[in-house]
């Protein structure tokens, strides 16, 4: 048995040396067990949460101050947290792995205060068809009528229905226990990863602080869609290539396994977490390669190389549609028209409507720009202590996080950067979360790491109050440019274009109509929201360009080239989108009137399908009609 | 002999799997149910590699039982789809098989390692990421480890981590509430289908209704099927409830159903109107 060295120094339970005063040691109470202070914690940040709910029940009757208190709760929520760890002069161990505990739960549970209970986003539509499909059929890999990729990647949907058939929970109820373990695994997965790395609690659980502002992380990535699943593998097998590296012999070997183990659940997961996992590892390669040749470790190259070749075979033997899905966003980042961009190649026009009040974009900006420095002074200080380290991987973080300046680049030029550089920071920000943790809690670019007990230290007060509203400055930035987006951050009665506002019973009841009554894989045209949930609960298929279908007042020759082209069958018309004005600034997902309505669409757009010979109206229920047009002229 | 500790794994996995397999009580499903899939796996596969539980551990140590339970399950789907499917007993039978042959192979490496299994994570909770071989840095080798004597929770502690748990779950409840009142729909679903659905102009036409308005109401269903007389239905339906009835035509000829609300406040206003046109030859 390999034997590893273990210092047994308990830097977390002794007092800070910076209290020398006598009065000071006096009057400072030692709590009086392990976990310290954290349930004093736990209420002010539950409390926090409950603002929150507060908020968004006052949101659902309309109330003027839900706003407010909306972002009063998210700032108490943050805030909290980050003051307990920077501004104590000890934090225990206890406490610092019960704020990498609490942090998720608490996200999540505002995510579930939002809807509880209840899907609300399309993507997590898409994987309850697979799910459907898994439960149905009793084998993977059976097809996706909207997303060909979900089934393809089926580590979130096997282990929902391996849950819901054992317990016969529903789908919902199944994926959304598996969605808040997943989001708690994250928070807790990455505490010990940056403690493993930095050996500082302190610091690790304000890395996952800085990691909880980021803009996906509340929502978006506690949704069930297959990354929520794969992050928390990604994560594991950073923790355990870490490991390895601080190990010798078997264990090394051992860690190293389950790096690869941890690194193939993630290819099964999820595409892009798994090529985020491969860039970290690489730069953990990269970060072993700074190190004198006598402290690098060869396991890590080994992992790397295995971790690639299991997704490189997955992603060529399995999900053989993924660069398919690609091809229009690498198309979008070009501009190359040929790649098969269509209508997304086009950078997005603004108008009246989907434009983001001007505080929110400023808040994001000016929450960039802080992210960006401390990146900058982050990995300049693990640059200035490379030589105190035995591995690569707080080096390899300290270059991970300068791709944090790409994203920026990406932000700002690319076609949809806004929504690639949001979804890119789940990634990024893992080292750059670290690099910022650095920074926050040393409150010095130049202090290398320190010996003895002052190691995790508090730093001065006054610069720790800065670190702290930092931190909230962040969580601001996060919240404004994160999701759900501004015009649906709050719950609320149904509008058009608005994401989790956009699904209602009228929706969903017809997407159950759909699988229930119409053969699957049919064209089902309709705005982008009705579309996506008819299409993934009713088991439809999805056309594209279809805003010709609708725009129009009169139906013409060119509208039946638009239905037979992108073969549509039945035509789905929200009455609502000729009542309100689309809050995301367009209908359709190639819409050449994007940003541009000033009205809603004329009452006639829709109503001109009742009077085409031929057509149908299959379905009503007073809101939503859906007309059959297989029996008219086009296809004749 | 397995320890205590394997046999404890057995006995209650042995009983987890026997309930589930012979439960149709939703709650025991899913009290049985739930350990089963995303706990026991992970306890048995990681009591392989981590044989001891360091209190300073514990955090961690739950941490890679759950991720290895969700693995595990990832890898099960994988292997049960190549050998019959993923069913309800097809899954009891891996996961039942996972954790014998994980104690299993544990008291093999047991033997192998002369009683001292690999212990992968014992080390788990040590940071060693500054060179512990510099002068003036060994100290920075930090082990987390908490005094266990001081590991109780004060009757204080207790009160303020049930208050927030208090303060969670009444926020829970209003926005369940809330969400509840205000997205509540009162509509009626009315269609009109060939059967087949895409046979356009087939004699086989069903008519359906179903009632999403929260409460009994009754219908009347007015049917026009080309120069026939109309004819009326009155459908009394139960909330969530639907109703079908087909009728026959001639080929192609247009079907027309109109819905009306006999209750109030919807009185004898239409609620929905559907029709079958007649195709374009």
Request: charged share 15%.
């Amino acid at each position: 048995m390999t034997t590893l060295p273990l210092a047994v120094a308990k830097v977390e339970d002794r007092p800070d040396d910076s209290v020398t005063d006598h009065h000071a040691r006096q009057t400072y109470r030692e709590p009086t067990s392990n976990v310290g202070r954290l349930p004093e914690l736990a209420l002010v940040m539950a409390v926090g949460s409950a603002l929150i709910a507060i908020a968004f029940a006052g949101a659902r009757y309309s109330r003027p101050w839900a706003g407010h208190l909306y972002l009063f709760g998210q700032i108490v929520v943050y805030a909290s947290p980050a003051a307990f760890l920077l501004l104590r002069k000890r934090v225990r161990a206890m406490e610092a792995v019960g704020i990498a505990v609490l942090m998720p739960v608490t996200t999540f549970l505002i995510n579930q205060y939002y809807s509880p209970g209840q899907f609300r986003f399309l993507d997590e539509f898409e994987h309850v068809q697979t799910a459907q499909t898994i439960l149905a059929t009793h084998h993977l890999f059976q097809a996706n009528t909207i997303l060909p990729q979900s089934p393809q990647y089926p580590g979130l949907e096997i282990i929902t229905t391996n849950i819901a058939s054992i317990t016969h929970l529903s789908i919902t109820a199944a994926g959304l226990i598996v969605a808040g373990v997943a989001h708690v695994l994250v928070g807790v997965a990455f505490y010990f990863l940056v403690l493993e790395i930095s050996a500082r609690p302190r610091l690790a659980a304000v890395a996952v602080v800085v990691y909880a502002t980021g803009s996906h992380y509340q929502f978006f990535d506690s949704y069930f869609i297959y990354e929520t699943v794969a992050i928390p593998f990604l994560l594991l097998s950073l923790l355990a290539t870490v490991k390895m590296m601080k190990s010798r012999g078997p264990v090394a070997i051992g860690w190293g396994g389950v790096a690869v183990a941890c690194g193939a659940v993630t290819a099964v997961c999820h595409h892009v977490t798994s090529y985020a996992l491969i860039g970290l590892l690489l730069a953990f390669v990269v970060g072993q390669m700074l190190l004198p040749s006598s402290a690098r470790s060869r396991g890590v190259l080994v992992v790397f190389f295995a971790v690639l070749a299991i997704v490189g075979m997955w992603d060529l033997g399995v999900a053989t549609s993924t660069f398919e899905y690609f091809r229009p966003v690498v198309s979008s980042l070009l501009h190359i028209p040929s790649l098969g961009g269509g209508g997304t190649t086009v950078k997005q026009k603004t108008g009246i409507t989907g434009q983001p009040p001007y505080f929110q974009t400023l808040a994001v900006y000016g929450a960039f720009l802080i992210l960006l420095a401390l990146t900058l002074f982050g990995a300049w200080k693990v640059w200035f202590s490379r030589r105190a380290y035995t591995n690569g991987a707080a080096i390899g973080f300290g270059v991970a996080s300068f791709s944090l300046f790409v994203v920026l680049v990406l932000r700002v030029v690319a076609t949809n950067g806004s929504e690639i550089s949001n979804r890119a920071l789940t990634f990024i920000l893992i080292p750059v979360s670290f690099v910022s943790a650095l920074v926050l809690v040393d409150q010095s670019v130049f202090r290398r790491p320190v010996a003895k007990h002052r190691i995790d230290a508090r730093g001065p007060v006054r610069l720790t109050l800065v670190s702290t509203l930092v931190v909230v400055c962040l969580a601001v930035g996060g919240i404004a440019s994160g999701w759900p987006t501004y015009y649906a951050r709050l719950p609320g009665p149904y509008e058009v274009a608005a994401w989790e506002r956009s699904v209602d019973y009228h929706t969903l009841d017809t997407a159950q109509w759909f699988a229930k009554y119409v053969p699957r894989d049919q064209g089902v045209a309709s705005d982008y929201w009705t579309e996506g949930i008819v299409s993934a609960l009713g088991y439809q298929a999805e056309p594209n360009n279809i805003a010709g279908l609708f725009l129009p007042t009169k139906y013409a020759s060119a509208q039946n080239n638009v239905a037979k082209v992108n073969r549509v069958s039945f035509i789905v018309a929200d009455t609502r989108i000729t009542k309100q004005l689309p809050a995301s600034g367009y209908l359709f997902e190639a819409d050449p009137e994007r940003g541009l309505y000033t009205t809603p669409l004329p009452a006639q757009s829709l109503a001109k399908f009742n009077d085409i010979p031929g057509v149908s109206r299959v379905y009503d229920d007073g809101t939503i009609v859906v007309y059959e047009i297989i029996g008219s002229q086009y296809l004749k | 002999m397995p320890p205590r500790s394997d046999l404890t794994l057995l006995a209650i996995s042995a009983v987890c799997i026997v309930v589930a397999a012979l439960s149709s009580n939703e709650v025991i499903d899913v009290i049985a149910g739930l350990p089963l899939t995303a706990y026991l796996p992970g306890v048995a596969l990681v009591s392989i590699i981590a044989p001891q539980r360091h209190y300073a551990n514990a955090v961690e140590r739950q941490v890679w039982i759950v991720g290895a339970s969700f693995g595990l399950s990832v890898l099960g789907g994988i292997l049960l789809n190549l050998v019959g499917g993923l069913t309800r007993s097809s899954w009891l039978i891996w996961i039942a098989s996972v954790i014998v042959v994980s104690v299993a192979l544990k008291q093999v490496l047991a033997r192998r390692f002369s009683g001292h299994p690999t212990e992968l994570m014992s080390v788990s909770a040590s940071g060693h990421g500054v060179a512990d071989s510099r002068p003036g840095l060994t100290t920075a080798t930090v082990q987390v480890r908490e005094d266990p004597v001081s590991s109780r929770v004060t009757l204080r502690q207790v009160i303020l981590l049930l208050a927030a748990g208090a303060v969670c779950v009444a926020a829970m409840v209003l926005s369940i509430h809330t969400n509840a009142v205000t997205t509540k729909e009162s509509f009626v679903q009315a269609w009109v289908l060939p059967r087949p659905t895409d046979d356009v102009a087939s004699t086989s036409v069903q008519l359906g209704l179903q009632n999403n308005s929260g409460e009994r109401r009754t219908y009347l269903v007015d049917v026009n099927v080309g120069s026939i007389p109309t004819r009326v239905f009155s459908v009394l339906l139960d909330n969530g409830a639907s109703w079908t009835q087909v009728i026959t035509r001639r080929p192609g000829e247009r079907v027309e159903s109109t819905v009306y609300g006999l209750v109030k406040p919807w009185g004898e206003i239409v609620l929905a109107k559907v029709y079958l046109a007649t195709p374009v030859a």
